[in-house]
């Protein structure tokens, strides 16, 4: 007796959905929200537990889904809600449905207590309760529930009711996704659904076509036929001819309208016959619907990516076109955004003639001064989309001025993409090295060493008035006393290289006159800086200078060894007098914290105590460096190196040597009976200029019984005892001692350490620089071999070797890594048998995605000519987060 009262106080004290709400509203504090919450929980769990009644399991689960919706915990109530669907009320029904969507997902093995209320109630002769079985199967329906229940959704596709064969509809598109295979199960019905007159019906039919077209060909040929009934639908939609009641701001049913051009775009794509069925339409479409709204705005640019997509006619394009450039001049930046992004798309496929394309210039360019950052990124891929050789010198313009004001954050993207577009699309040379160096003007410290490499290159192999032009023009700009040019380090490096490469020419007179006017290309830059640069600064001037900017970055290292280099080779450009106050600038930093700094001061200190003949020699100018931008194209926007191959540019690229140039020791009065073979003038094309080092670590050709230093054999103990290399990390058994990536005498003195126990009469070979192979010097061995071999292809990912012999027994390779999905991290370690000698270059970056491969270059020396046996560690991360490491064994090469 007890126990029947309390439950009926329980009853009648029980709070109801709204006085929770109320409760919860109420509270001030989150604290008072969370004991609200856990006192009802505890009173639900209680009511669970001690009252069955329907009614009260009715009310204590709405209540609960509120509690979900606020974030609280309420899977207690999932079989509650199970109970509820099995009444055979439909109040109960809705909100055991409900509770079920809520609170179950198709994950949950819970879920298959619900297929049979589900079946049931699918069958049930209230089109209500069937609505809302099948609203509760296409939200919540598994692969195993899909298929147990098709059939009966199947059925229904073809029931009397309009509002059970919409919901049935949405049901079967949920099916279809779930489970491909089930898709011919619906076509005939779904095609019948498409002569409805009920737009509800109609919306559903199409959307589930488009669905299944999307993943069967076959289908998408067989509604291909229905294209003319779509086009009368869409034709009846335009005309106003179906019921106003669908209208929306004078649009009619806009939502059945964008699921039909939806559709046609899919069974027009790659088909003229159907497309010349909806070219028609398209252009009544686009004609005839108001834009001042986003309803009419929505259906307009269906209708253009429809365009796009099918094989439309050239006026119909120029239209699509024509409605981007007026979604351009919206107001409402959302629709900004769509259209800059569609017309990026369109630059990038080709669909439209450039002339339609650039009429909108101007105001793409002025979204570049957008409030709003998204628009801004939109409107600048789509104005390096649109250059061409007609429009660069304009765009350029703009381009810089929105590069003044870019975030920092940007500014290193926008400066590659704009020195990659002045390399290709330039007027002339000048007019290239102009734009660089305004970039370097405005860049601060955001430019990239790479770029200033390319520019430096640029300057070299340019004709000599050009290269006065350009050394003045930095001079001049160098010289101003405004704050900002100090903070333009890119600008200054690039200026102190010109400086000291072509000091003579900057003290000289006009190159032009001198050279009898060599400059080969139209200098007519319309305005841009045209006119020559007049400045003709004295030694002192030059000197000063270098003076003031050595004293101001101080503690900037790499500039200070910059302008050090410069000092050291005015020496031999200038005259008498001007050297020894080169020389007394250099003595200043003798002594110095930096251990490089002070390396040079003393060396550049020693080379001055040579007579003018040796010392001149050792400071010549650097000979042009051909062949170094072929990486900053390839790097474009992050893009793999695929397309230039840099064993083609071995075999081809000629180098440029001083002929009459003695041997380094030769200078030194040092004995030369171990050195005798020409050195290359140019470096390493992979270095790229890298810090403008013109030498490399050598490493010797013999001598494989000395002891392996401990670190080298990290990986060899990881890998299983045998020799190794790491990425970028010399395998050699006696390393070579530091060679400093400043130090520009390097290449003319070689190592700095050599090999006693080397008995060759063979110079040393730098394994890591391409251009210093023997294959340059002699220039008389063709490529033996170029086969492909495949040494890794697991998880999508593929690793293919191209391997190139040489004379002096050594193998480059090049390895590509591939893969049809996004891969991410990839590292690759290479360990071979101690009678090689590996020295790997760094990859051009560590991320494959289609069309983006990443590429490594390796070196193998291989003296006593053993077979090749390689062991691979790769590394790397799927698209799901997992990290895959393995070892493999590559024995291809035992052939070679």
Known sequence: MDIQITNLINKFTALHLKDLIKAVRACKTAADERAVIAKESANIRTSFKEDESNEARNNNISKLLYIHMLGYPAHFGQIECLKLVASPRFSDKRVGYLGIMLLLDENQEILTLVTNSLKNDLNHNNMYIVGLALCTLGNICSVEMARDLSGEVEKLLGSTSSYIRKKSALCALRIVKKVPDLTENYIQRSKKLLAERHHGVLLTAVTLLTEMCKQNQSVTKEIRKYVPHLVKILRGLVTNEFSPEHSVNNVSD???QVKILRLLRILGHKNQRASDAMNDILAQVVTNTEGSKNTGNSVLYEAVLTIIHIESENSLRVLAINILGRFLANSDNNIKYVALTTLTKVADTGFASTSTLQRHRKIILDCLKDVDISIRHRALDLSFSLLNS??????????????????????????????????????????????????????????????????????????????????????????????KIYEQEGLVIAGAWCIGEYGDMLVGNDADKVLGGLLSEDNDNEGEESSSIDVKPSEDDVILLLNKLIEHFCNHNTICE???????????????????????????????????????????????????????????????????SKLLTARKHNKSMDGIDLLDDIDNDTTATSNNLPSANDLLGLDTSSSSSQKPASDNIMDLLGGLSLGGNTMPTSNTTQNTNSNAMTLDNLLGGIGSSASSTPSSSNPPAKNNSMDLLGDIFGSTTSNTNTTSNTSPINLMNPLTSPSLATNTSP????????????NGLKLEFIPKQEPNNITVVKGIFSSNSTISQINLQIAVQKALRLQMNSPSGNTVSPGNNVVQFFKLLNPNKVPIKLRLRISYQLSSGQTINEIVEFNSFMDL
Not at 412 to 425: K, L, N, P, Q, T
Not at 602 to 621: C, P
């Open 254 to 256: 806009p939502f059945l």
């Open 390 to 483: 007609q429009n660069i010198r304009a765009m350029t313009r703009e381009l810089l001025n929105y590069l003044e004001v870019a975030p920092v954050n940007e500014k290193s993207s926008v400066i590659r993409r704009i020195c990659e577009s002045a390399s290709i699309w330039k007027p002339n040379s000048r007019w290239e090295v102009d734009t660089i160096c305004r970039v370097l003007t405005i860049s601060g410290k955001s430019v990239e060493q790479d770029i200033i490499n390319h520019f430096l290159k640029l300057i070299s192999v340019s004709p000599g008035d050009l290269q006065q032009y350009i050394t003045r023009k930095l001079y001049s700009i160098l010289s101003q006393d405004e704050d």
């Open 783 to 794: 490529i033996l071999s170029r086969k492909t071999y495949v040494a890794y292809e697991k």
């Open 562 to 628: 910059y302008i050090l280099t410069a000092l050291a080779k005015l020496t031999t450009r200038l005259s008498s007098s001007a050297k020894e106050k080169c020389r007394s600038v250099i003595s200043r930093y003798v002594t110095n914290t930096d251990m490089e700094i002070q390396q040079r001061a003393v060396e550049y200190n020693e080379y001055m105590k040579l007579d003018d003949t040796t010392l001149s020699s050792l400071m010549e100018r650097i000979p042009p460096l051909e062949g170094a």
